[in-house]
């Protein structure tokens, strides 16, 4: 067990709904990223967080947004949903350029 | 010619064999990464390594700098290594760069 965690493990949305998953990080690490995995697919870098401010981000429209906090924890935001953003989101930690540690993944269902 | 590739892209074998999936990549790196997936679950970080070899129970993962080229071997494989094995890479902002994946099944 990594001790990232992330929640919740699945959820159905509605078309036009927003969604908010969060991850904690394991504990010392200072670096989030986040993924996006389609069935079948390979995971798609969505953003990575650090120290609390974006440091970088993937080929992804803005109503995907995020945030890290203080204790650096994370959430991923995505307004608007679509089909398509239907997933497994995937959060990793790390202290900046170490080992990434990876969650089990929110399972995301657009409907 | 995409930044990490990884063959075989898909590996069927007996359970005891000895397994052997190649990556190589072309960008400069400071570490390669091997993550593990199993069907419908979260990736696993099995490796991450700069030089030389690491070992874990049956696992081993060699990295030779110089030819830009990574193997991660399973020694007396076991259906339960059915998994999908992915190699990657961090780039200059150490975001991971990823191998589309090995799919390897294990038959008892």
């Known amino acids: 067990e990594t001790g990232v965690t992330q929640s919740p493990t699945h959820l159905i949305k509605t078309r036009g709904q927003q969604v908010t998953l969060r991850c904690s990080s394991q504990?010392?690490?200072?670096?989030v990223s986040w993924y996006q995995q389609a069935l079948g697919q390979g995971p798609q870098f969505i953003f990575q967080?650090?120290?609390?401010?974006?440091?970088g981000r993937g080929n992804f429209p803005p109503r995907f947004s995020g945030l890290q906090f203080p204790n650096y924890s994370s959430e991923l935001n995505v307004n608007a949903l679509e089909l398509d953003d239907s997933a497994l989101y995937l959060c990793?930690?790390?202290?900046?350029?170490?080992?990434?540690?990876f969650g089990p993944g929110t399972r995301l269902t657009v409907t | 010619k995409n930044e990490v590739e990884q063959s075989p892209q898909n590996l069927t074998a007996q359970e005891g064999e000895f397994i052997t999936i190649n990556c190589s990549y072309s960008?400069?790196?400071?570490?390669l990464h091997w993550l593990q997936q199993h069907p419908g679950g979260g990736i696993v970080s099995l490796f991450m390594?700069?030089?030389?070899?690491k070992k874990h129970g049956r696992l081993i993962a060699t990295i030779n700098i110089q030819e830009k080229h990574s193997s991660l071997h399973i020694t007396a494989s076991h259906p339960r290594d059915s998994a999908v094995y992915i190699c990657?890479?961090?780039?200059?902002?150490?975001?991971?760069?990823w191998g589309a994946g090995t799919k390897l099944i294990i038959k008892p």
């Open positions: 990793a930690s790390s202290f900046r350029t170490s080992e990434q540690y």
């Open positions: 504990s010392g690490h200072n670096t």
């Open positions: 967080y650090y120290r609390e401010e974006e440091n």
């Open positions: 960008v400069g790196i400071s570490a």
């Open positions: 390594l700069s030089s030389g070899k």
């Open positions: 990657a890479v961090p780039d200059s902002n150490y975001q991971l760069i």
